[in-house]
């Protein structure tokens, strides 16, 4: 079974902080993803990789960025968080272009 | 146009009945298309993918795609309350990256 992992289940963080998301597949999935998911506004998409060293903005970048250093970690990374930065953050993976995403368990991110 | 909608709901059916989702996309070059379930506190799971123009049906679920309409249906017969959930439609598309986008979910509510 693919299996899609994010590093934290629940994170806390401060108002300011440097923040890591770390998601890890262990399919060979070229293709990686980033959404935040937030009621009523469904999964909306942060960034993308096809490849390794590859993004691509997706929806709503601003104040996030990514790492894709190896092809089966992919990195969000928010600069300096912020409160209506407040989510659920979820990983995704996928083959080729006309296959199925498979996420991982996500990570509730509160900043304060 | 948002490039997926779908009537956020909820949409409630009774035991028994069949429901009936449906979805939007913008974008007329996508090739594939995806129905995900989501419980609450868990993750996207994929249920059907469809790619060619038609029905496609797996048990009580039946996916209905309409290339020239730029629509995507969803039927689940025989509806139980563990159908109870969140169901997102997402495309493949076309251009941009081939990035995978999904539309805001609909509730589903199935009563006993």
């Known amino acids: 079974d693919v299996k899609v992992t994010q590093s934290s289940r629940y994170l806390v963080k401060r108002t300011g902080e440097k923040v890591f998301l770390e998601c890890v597949q262990d399919m060979d999935h070229e293709n990686m993803f980033w959404y935040r998911q937030d009621p009523g506004l469904g999964l909306r998409l942060i960034y993308f990789s096809y490849d390794v060293k590859m993004k691509e903005k997706g929806d709503i970048p601003e104040g996030y960025s990514v790492s894709r250093e190896k092809k089966e970690r992919f990195s969000l990374i928010l600069e300096s968080a912020s409160t209506n930065q407040t989510s659920m953050y979820l990983c995704a993976s996928r083959a080729l272009q006309n296959t199925e995403a498979f996420f991982g368990q996500g990570t509730r991110l509160t900043v304060v | 146009q948002k490039e997926v909608e779908q009537n956020s709901g909820p949409l409630s059916v009774p035991e028994g009945a069949i429901a009936s989702l449906n979805c939007t996309y913008s974008?007329?070059?996508?090739?594939?298309f995806f129905w995900y379930r989501q419980y609450s506190g868990k993750s996207p799971e994929l249920i059907m993918s469809i790619y060619s123009n038609g029905d496609k049906e797996d048990g009580r679920f039946t996916a209905q795609l309409n290339k020239a309409s730029q629509y995507v249906s969803l039927l689940i017969r025989d509806s139980q309350p563990s159908d109870s959930a969140t169901y997102l439609c997402a495309v493949n598309w076309n251009t941009g990256g081939f990035k995978t986008i999904f539309g805001a979910g609909t509730r589903l509510f199935v009563k006993a």
């Open positions: 974008d007329r070059g996508s090739q594939s």
